[in-house]
């Protein structure tokens, strides 16, 4: 049923956006023009936006009134004051629209409101999946993860009314609960940055881990991008690039939904999900050595490196960065292969033989236990969230970005390769290099497009 929602009196609240029908989550609601903007916070600013009520044409002056009848006996000042969403983030400007200031405030929205600073316009997508006859509602607060207390001061204090949204309206002690909840992932959000390189990738994981089963009791669904995006960063900078790229496309996914395809957050992680290398810290906390660095992972690079008759790349690194996220042995051997050269399956054999021994007991344990946070299957984010599945492997084509085909590992396929290095028997040597080759030779053929048939050894 078209339009999407249509406005109706809500108790208590004064008029309100109803959704005419089901919404999926990521829908485009509103992308509203203001009718004007002002500094709230001054006694000029507010002064200024009756100026420009003022200026405004008949038709746009008939919606700002429309907002006074909705508020007794309030002046125009002081709804325009309530009515103005903010468009800042830092305390900054307030903005009034036809349809994005008819939303209703609630602590666990079903909308996401931001201002889209150049187009100069409010954009509201559907957050999740909303129901029909359902109240369409977003946060008004600065933080959408503020604790009971600061969210009703801020709401009195800005908008003057008392929040009684189901999560307001909880029981003392569960609402005791939500804020212990919401303070704790407070704490593991700023506690990550330092763990993302101070602390081992497991512990780094381990939070990320924590902060996703708080999004989704606390049901925080804005905040699953940049959780994503923090996944990719782990990962990114362990040049786990197979387990980057899963982050990044679910990074990119969450953006979608609360912002758009559109917007800079998405448009940015599906570039970093095509070629996770160009993430500025890429390989920043991996300790294998590459040469050059990064190329064994950018075909384009990689084909360029050859071109250009670059000496070398790291043999070892491929071994490695088929792990899960590990801290990578410090003194991993670093043999090289020029190009056009050709390499035996004993050297070959002997090599990864010598990694394998150098990789300490710390990186293999790890590698083995390290998971990416479970799958969740009671809340309407289900798909978009990782599932640990270490044993699926799929593989996919993509396009790169340079119009190559690039083969993609899907979530899982590290480990899976991994444990299958672990927990390989003691097999013929003629088996053991039949495997070794094959899964070298794809693996070659996959990134680089370079058979190892056509190099030599170098020792
Ligand atoms: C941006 S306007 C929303 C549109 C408003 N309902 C109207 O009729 O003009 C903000 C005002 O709506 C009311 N409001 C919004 N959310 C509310 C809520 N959760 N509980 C009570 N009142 C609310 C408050 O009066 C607030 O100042």
């Given at each position: ?338 190009p056009g050269t050709k ?107 370079v058979t190892i048939a056509e190099c030599?050894?170098?020792?």
């Open positions: 049923m078209w339009p999407l929602f249509s406005i109706q009196p809500i108790p208590g609240k004064g008029r309100g956006l109803v959704a005419n029908q089901s919404i999926p989550r990521g829908t485009l609601l509103i992308s509203d023009l203001p009718l004007l903007t002002f500094m709230p916070t001054t006694k000029g600013g507010r002064a200024r936006a009756i100026e420009l009520y003022k200026q405004l044409p008949y038709d746009k002056k008939i919606a700002v009134e429309a907002f006074q009848e909705g508020h007794g006996r309030m002046s125009l000042r002081e709804v325009l004051l309530v009515v103005g969403l903010p468009i800042e983030q830092q305390g900054g400007r307030a903005g009034v629209f036809e349809n994005a200031s008819l939303l209703n405030h609630s602590c666990i929205p079903n909308c996401y409101h931001f201002w889209d600073g150049v187009k100069g316009q409010e954009i509201v997508h559907a957050l999740i999946d909303i129901p029909a006859g359902a109240e369409l509602t977003i946060d008004y607060t600065s933080d959408d993860n503020l604790l009971f207390y600061q969210r009703q001061r801020e709401l009195q204090r800005r908008f003057n009314f008392t929040c009684s949204c189901p999560l307001c309206s909880l029981p003392r002690r569960e609402r005791k609960k939500s804020d212990n909840r919401r303070y704790r992932y407070t704490q593991l959000v700023d506690e990550f940055p330092t763990a993302l390189t101070d602390c081992s990738p497991k512990v780094a994981m381990g939070l990320l881990n924590a902060m996703f089963k708080l999004i989704e009791k606390e049901s925080l669904w804005s905040h699953l991008g940049a959780r994503y995006a923090d996944g990719f960063q782990l990962c990114a900078m362990h040049s786990d690039v197979f387990r980057a790229h899963a982050w990044a496309r679910r990074a990119k996914q969450a953006y979608i939904i609360a912002r758009g395809a559109g917007s800079k957050d998405a448009k940015g992680m599906a570039l970093l999900e095509k070629v996770p290398e160009r993430f500025g810290l890429f390989g920043t906390l991996c300790k294998i050595k590459m040469y050059p660095p990064g190329a064994l992972f950018v075909p384009s690079s990689a084909k360029q490196l050859f071109a250009n008759g670059v000496p070398s790349f790291s043999i070892t690194s491929p071994i490695i960065s088929l792990a899960p996220i590990v801290t990578a042995p410090p003194a991993v051997s670093h043999q090289t292969i020029p390499l035996s399956k004993g050297q070959w054999k002997r090599a990864r033989a010598r990694a394998a021994t150098r990789a300490d007991g710390y990186a293999r344990k790890e590698a083995a236990t390290t998971t990416i946070p479970p799958a969740f299957t009671s809340n309407p984010f289900s798909p978009l969230l990782p599932t640990a599945s270490p044993s699926i492997i799929s593989e996919s084509s993509d396009e790169s970005v340079d119009g190559e085909e690039d083969v993609i590992i899907e979530l899982g396929a590290a480990t899976a390769v991994h444990h299958q290095e672990d927990e390989e028997p003691e097999e013929e040597e003629s088996r053991f290099e039949e495997t070794e080759m094959a899964e070298m030779k794809n693996f070659c053929r996959m990134m680089m497009e030599v050894w170098e020792s």
